[in-house]
């Protein structure tokens, strides 16, 4: 059975990068009926927080990433860790160091004067401790006995097959000297024990893989295919950042964007199935496989992710957009429960929106007392339309019942008798009922709006 990993690290919100790794492995498990398995790795003990953990489930809950197993915490693990660095040790593939920091620090010096590349040089492996006496009252860290020559050649799943010299690489370190493991050590015995076949991560980590695959086979079980996807970048080539509009998954939730939008989105950065732009969850997971996976870096697009919002808000049911916008317009001092259907406001609306706070805000004509700025009637509700704005008071107020039919009729009447064009009078009319002159239809509007408050409204502002 096919069984991927997400493996992030708690030491701030989840962001699009890793969202979108989290998203490919998810579909990856769910195309192949396999299984997906959330690992939370908090070993960065300074960095990780209780917070970013809730942050990370709470935006993968949001995304609809459900995991089969797990949330599992290698802080929860230290004594299996500390067990297969032992047997490691035992069978000859790693050993205690006790070199300090001063000296490694100095060690890289002299490497970087002597123009070589900085690395550990060797001096605790056995053969070379011979002798030696460890120091008193020293931890010793526990160093991995990296093989002196041959190669590690794997075949990437996206970028085909990748070469290193075990002679680039020095003895990484498996186990700090506090007992906490680091990041290449945890996640090969994770993996290991979690019976993981596909690591699916972001090319960042290629440098690591070579590391990794010497540990796995030290340990002795077969490896798991590796798929490193490109990195994503901005519009302007520079890694993807803040500046980008690339914010925390959280922060897209509470900007007004629905969570199937951003899937799609994210599926896309770097992954595509013909010239399919916009698709289901669904047939993501139907479609998605690591082929067609670019080996090349995706663009990160803001306005192609609003673009792609405003299809699925016009696609999405009113009702569940409602529930959606109310607590918005609350939070902005409007009441959704006094004023017209929340539900026939967002028909009226969501063809234009972009995001579920561009609805809210729109409605909130709807749902609060807006007053119009002096600038706004100064420049509309003039002298020479203001008797045509008090005949249309009088046109309204007999208009039964209060549907689009009858308010055009009386409008009509009131241009006629006036002799205005409708924007004359419709602009007018819209600064003094909603205080704006940005409204959808206006007589479908204007019958949400309500007799009562389109007469007051009137009454007060014209």
Partial sequence: MIRTRFAPSPTGYLHIGGARTALFCWAYARKHGGKFVLRIEDTDLERSTAES???????????????DEGPFRQMDRLDRYRAVAERLIRDGHAYPCYASKEELDALREQQRARGEKPRY???????????????????????????????????????????FANAELDDLVLMRADGVPTYNFGVVVDDLDMAITHVIR???????????????????????????VPMILGTDGERLSKRHGAVSVLQYRDDGYLPEALVNFLARLGWSHGD???????????????????RSPAQFNGEKLAWLNQQY???AAPERLADLVAPRIAADGGDPARGPSLVAVVKLLQERAQTLN??????????????????????????????????????????????????????????KAHG???????????AVVFGTTQTPSLFPTLALAGRARVLERLRRYA
């Fill in 358 to 415: 561009e609805l809210a805000e729109r409605a909130m004509m709807f749902y609060a007392d807006i007053a119009p700025k002096a600038e706004l009637l100064a420049e509309h509700v003039t002298d020479a339309v203001k008797p045509a704005l008090h005949a249309l008071t009088e046109r309204f107020a007999p208009v039964e019942p209060w549907e689009e039919a009858g308010i055009q009729s009386a409008f009509e009447g009131a241009l």
């Fill in 420 to 430: 205005l064009k409708m924007p004359k009078l419709a602009m007018p009319l819209r």
């Fill in 313 to 315: 808000l016009k696609a």
């Fill in 276 to 294: 399919e732009e916009m698709f289901s969850t669904a047939q993501l997971v139907e479609w998605f496989d690591l082929e067609h996976v670019s």
């Fill in 202 to 228: 972001g090319d960042d980590h290629v440098n690591n893989t070579p590391r990794q695959i010497n540990i796995y086979r030290a340990l002795g079980p077969a490896l798991p295919a590796f798929a490193h």
């Fill in 53 to 67: 953990t809730q942050a990370i489930l709470d935006s993968m809950q949001w995304l609809g990433l459900d995991w």
């Fill in 121 to 163: 040089d060797g001096r605790w492996r056995p053969e070379n401790a011979k002798g030696k006496t460890p120091p008193a009252g020293v931890a010793p860290v526990v160093r991995f006995r990296n093989p002196d020559d041959g190669e590690v050649v794997w075949r990437d799943l996206v970028k085909g097959q990748i070469r």
